[in-house]
Nanobody, 118 residues
């Protein structure tokens, strides 16, 4: 079983930056695919970005060029650097892991961290 704990959310003005962190523990391995999702108020949860075992990254079109996903495998910490934030980025952000190399099915989720952009 994998435990995920996010941190780093908060309130920021448009144009500002935040960095989210997600610490993985339990049966977490550096070979697992990991990603960030978000759920804006009243909307469905959507994938923001993910990073696979080879370091390949995929981003949602809405965040390309503004967000950067990265991972510190030695510390089992996943990051999401968010720059030039917009009010439409306001959402609960969740860290997720597939628990395996494949990025097809997200099996483990954190509790979420709120990001509010005004």
């Amino acid at each position: 079983h994998v435990q995920l704990v996010e941190s780093g959310g908060g309130s920021v003005q448009a144009g500002g930056s935040l960095r989210l962190s997600c610490r993985a523990s339990g049966d977490a391995y550096s070979s697992d695919c990991m990603g960030w999702f978000r759920q804006p108020p009243g909307k469905e949860r959507e994938e923001v970005a993910h990073i696979d075992v080879y370091g390949m990254t995929i981003y949602a079109d809405s965040v390309k060029g503004r967000y950067t996903i990265s991972i510190d495998n030695a510390k089992n910490i996943l990051y999401l650097q968010m720059n030039n934030l917009k009010p439409e980025d306001t959402a609960m952000y969740y860290c997720a892991s597939t628990g395996r190399r494949s990025c097809a099915t997200w099996a483990y989720w954190g509790q979420g961290t709120q990001v509010t952009v005004s």
